[in-house]
C-alpha cells in the first residue's frame, strides 16, 4: 500500500535555526514521484519539488534544501536560517503508477522572531 | 491573471441552497482536480478531470456535482449540503496525470460553510 507518514505533527523554532521536516514513504513501485508543499496560513498550496525515484541527486534551493534517500525511503525537507516568512504546514506527497497524490498529514512548522 | 484562481474565496450557504464553486487555470494543463481540506484530516481527492473527462470519483456524495465544459474551467456544483460539508475546498491543474508533469498546482481555495 502507499503511505506517506510525516510522524512530526508541529516543529517551533526561533528565528534564524536551520530545521528539518522529515517524510517516509512506503510504496511498491519502482517509479514514482515525491513531493513538497507549503501551505502558509493564507490556505493555497504552493508546490516547492518534484523529485523522481531515479533521481537521488540532493537538491538545494536558497535556503531550502532536499534530502532524498531511497534506502530509507525518506525525503527530507530542511530549511537553512529559518524566518518567520516560513510559518506554514508544509506537505510530503507521493505519486506512483496511480495518478492519485498520496498526502501525508503534514508538519505545522512555526518560526518564532 | 495567471496560474489557478477560484471563485468565491469565501462562501456561506444554508442546507437548502444550491450554489458553485468556480476553478480556472492559465497554465495550459490537461488536468484538474476537486479536494476537500477538513479540520485535522488529511486532504480528500475528490475529482479528477482529464481532457475534460473526469477520471476519479472517490465515493463523493451526490450532493457535490463537478463539471468540466473544457481544459481551462472546473466547476463544482453544491446542493442541499450538510454541516460538515464545511471546508476549504481547493482546485488543482497538472499537465498531466502521471510522469514529469504531474505536479499540481492550487488555487487559493473557497472557504464553505454550511449553516
Known amino acids: 500500500a502507499q503511505k506517506v507518514t510525516q510522524a512530526q505533527t508541529e516543529i517551533s523554532v526561533v528565528e534564524k535555526e536551520d530545521v528539518t521536516l522529515d517524510c517516509v514513504y512506503e510504496?511498491?513501485?519502482?517509479?514514482?514521484?515525491l513531493f513538497w508543499y507549503k501551505q502558509p496560513p493564507s490556505g493555497e498550496l504552493v508546490f516547492l519539488i518534484r523529485r523522481n525515484s531515479f533521481d537521488e541527486q540532493n537538491e538545494i534551493s536558497g535556503r531550502y534544501s532536499w534530502n532524498f534517500q531511497k534506502s530509507t525511503s525518506s525525503f527530507n525537507f530542511t530549511i537553512t536560517a529559518s524566518q518567520v516568512v516560513d510559518s506554514a504546514v508544509y506537505f510530503c506527497?507521493?505519486?506512483?503508477?496511480?495518478?492519485?497524490?498520496?498526502w501525508g498529514a503534514g508538519t505545522k512548522l512555526i518560526i518564532k522572531p | 491573471e495567471t496560474g489557478v484562481t477560484q471563485t468565491p474565496r469565501h462562501l456561506v450557504m444554508g442546507m437548502t441552497n444550491k450554489k458553485s464553486l468556480k476553478c480556472e487555470q492559465h497554465l495550459g494543463h490537461n488536468a484538474m482536480y476537486w479536494y476537500k481540506q477538513s479540520a485535522k484530516k488529511p486532504l480528500e481527492l475528490m475529482f479528477v478531470?482529464?481532457?475534460?473527462?473526469?477520471?476519479e470519483n472517490n465515493s463523493v456524495p451526490s450532493r457535490f456535482s463537478p463539471e468540466c465544459p473544457n481544459s481551462s474551467h472546473l466547476f463544482l456544483h453544491l446542493h442541499t449540503l450538510q454541516p460538515e460539508d464545511s471546508a476549504l475546498y481547493l482546485c488543482?491543474?497538472?499537465?498531466?496525470?502521471?510522469?514529469?508533469?504531474?505536479?499540481?498546482?492550487f488555487g487559493p481555495g473557497t472557504r464553505l460553510t454550511v449553516t
Open positions: 488543482a491543474s497538472s499537465q498531466d496525470l502521471r510522469g514529469q508533469g504531474a505536479e499540481q498546482y
Open positions: 506527497a507521493l505519486l506512483d503508477s496511480n495518478y492519485q497524490l498520496i
Open positions: 478531470y482529464s481532457l475534460e473527462e473526469r477520471v
Open positions: 510504496t511498491r513501485d519502482t517509479t514514482y514521484y
